[in-house]
């Protein structure tokens, strides 16, 4: 046989789909793992590296927006080391990682993805609300510190229930993220939510005397 005409070229292509094939079963084995809560198989899929890193489904959210979601802190940790995770993405109702990790209480996320530089604290998502709102009405007060740090545009952002992240530190008696909120001057002081609070009335509520007297 000339070697010189061997056609390497359907070979090739078999290999590729072979390879396309893996990738599509394996990314499809890390979603359902993540959706059942099973750390130690998603985990060994991540550390192999044999899934599709590029994977939205058909809402966009990302793999890492999903383990986020699933409340899966390990899976979503072990996919922020890989650097391939995509933190800056949103999906259609423009709710990212950060948003879920912080709806979920999640703050070693949280923290871990702040610290990636990508993950977006501005972005608003499906019900108004920000990582920032979140980290407030959990009572997360060194992520909502470091989210105060880098966020630039929405510290006085309205949810649907009309709370800010002043309003929910306040509730929470979080005073050190409470005054850092007023200093930064983007918090409205006086903006009511649906249950008649203000920053100034959970304040009184939580006698916090430094919140009380920047306030009046």
Do not use: H
Not at 64 to 76: D, G, M, P, T, Y
Not at 177 to 182: D, E, F, R, T
Not at 187 to 198: A, G, L, R
């Amino acid at each position: 046989m000339d070697n010189n005409n061997f056609n390497v070229e359907p070979e090739y292509k078999k290999y590729k789909m072979e390879e396309k094939n893996m990738l599509k079963i394996n990314t499809n084995n890390l979603l359902y793992s993540i959706m059942r809560d099973d750390i130690k198989t998603a985990n060994k899929i991540i550390e192999e590296g044999q899934y599709d890193i590029e994977y939205v489904d058909i809402y966009e959210n990302t793999i890492l927006i999903l383990a986020c979601k699933n409340n899966v802190e390990e899976v979503a940790l072990k996919l922020i080391e890989t650097g391939n995770s995509f933190p800056n993405k949103n999906n259609m109702n423009g709710d990212t990682a950060l948003i879920y990790a912080c709806k979920n209480k999640m703050s070693r996320v949280a923290l871990k993805l702040i610290e990636t530089g990508k993950s977006n604290p501005s972005q608003v998502g499906e019900c108004a609300d920000t990582a920032l709102i979140w980290a407030c009405g959990n009572g997360m007060s060194e992520v909502a510190l470091k989210i105060i740090e880098i966020e630039k545009r929405n510290i006085g952002q309205v949810d649907l229930s009309g709370d800010t992240a002043l309003i929910l530190a306040c509730e929470n008696r979080m005073l050190e993220v409470a005054l850092k909120l007023i200093d930064t001057g983007k918090s409205n002081p006086e903006q009511v939510n649906k249950n008649k609070d203000t920053a100034l009335k959970n304040a009184y509520k939580n006698e916090m005397m430094e919140i009380i007297l920047k306030l009046t």
